[in-house]
């Protein structure tokens, strides 16, 4: 099973910018459908883009136009690219990899705070 470590996060102002990265270990990130989530505190996890192996990224409605996911699969990378942040992002981000047959593996999570 990969292992996978996220890193980026930070105290931002809001209309500020982030990237947030998810390096994949211990096998290769081309055959896992990856994805971001999140988790702000009292409320349950939820999915925020998708990077599948094949077809198109896609990002739930309270972020399209200001979050970007992409994938390097040559890097083993996945990233988050967050722009015009708002409070209501304030989470713990999360990396997640399904592969199927391959397995499951998340994150530890790093944390995103948006304030002034």
């Known amino acids: 099973q990969v292992q996978l470590v996220e890193s980026g996060g930070a105290s931002v102002q809001p209309g500020g910018s982030l990237r947030l990265s998810c390096t994949v270990s211990?096998?290769?990130?081309?055959?896992?459908?990856m994805a971001w989530y999140r988790q702000a505190p009292g409320n349950q996890r939820e999915m925020v883009a998708v990077?599948?192996?094949?077809?198109?990224?896609n990002v739930v409605d309270s972020v399209k136009g200001r979050f970007t996911i992409s994938r390097d699969n040559l890097k083993n990378t996945m990233y988050l690219q967050m722009n015009n942040v708002k409070r209501e992002d304030t989470a713990v981000y999360y990396c997640?990899?399904?592969?199927?047959?391959?397995?499951?593996?998340w994150g530890q999570g790093t944390q995103v705070t948006v304030s002034s």
């Open positions: 211990g096998g290769s990130m081309n055959v896992y459908n």
């Open positions: 990077a599948p192996t094949r077809g198109v990224t």
């Open positions: 997640n990899a399904d592969g199927g047959w391959w397995g499951n593996a």
